[in-house]
């Protein structure tokens, strides 16, 4: 499979995925979202920041996925990961208090991250707030 991680720009994490100073991406939901059961070693990962094109690639070396989180959890996996995930330690009670009511976290281990050339994306059908796409082939997204 392959998948499009849509980032927020304000944050510049994709330069620290290309550094490799991000090698894990991590997602905290209330429900269930793609890529949950539905991303796996050796499946890649393309990259953009909304608003602009995919311009980044990455293989998944391994997926996590925690549910039922409790702040206690939730404390563990960001004190754990987060330095991975582009979280200082200094922030991670920022992230425990932004992250309270969520019920599910996914981490999505990166390797090889590349620049490729940028391309933009077509997500009709997905919903306007699609923040991560599952397709077969990216080539099925790609205008």
């Not at 059961?37 to 990455?58: H, L, M, Q, T």
């Not at 754990?80 to 969520?102: L, M, Q, T």
């Amino acid at each position: 499979m392959e998948h499009l991680a849509i980032m927020k720009k304000s944050w510049g994490l994709l330069p620290k995925i290309i550094t490799g100073e991000k090698t894990i991406e991590s997602r905290w939901y209330k429900n269930k979202y793609a890529p949950w059961n539905k991303i796996a070693k050796g499946d890649i990962v393309y990259f953009k920041n909304f608003g602009e094109r995919v311009s980044i690639n990455a293989i998944v070396a391994n997926v996590l996925q925690f549910s039922d989180l409790t702040p206690t959890k939730t404390r563990k996996i960001l004190t754990k990961y987060g330095s991975r995930d582009g979280i200082p330690k200094n922030e991670v009670a920022k992230y425990c208090k932004i992250f309270k009511d969520k019920k599910y976290c996914l981490l999505v281990f990166l390797k090889n991250p590349k620049k490729i050339i940028p391309f933009k994306i077509n997500k009709t059908g997905f919903g306007a707030m699609s923040a991560w796409i599952v397709v077969e082939n990216m080539n099925q997204i790609k205008q």
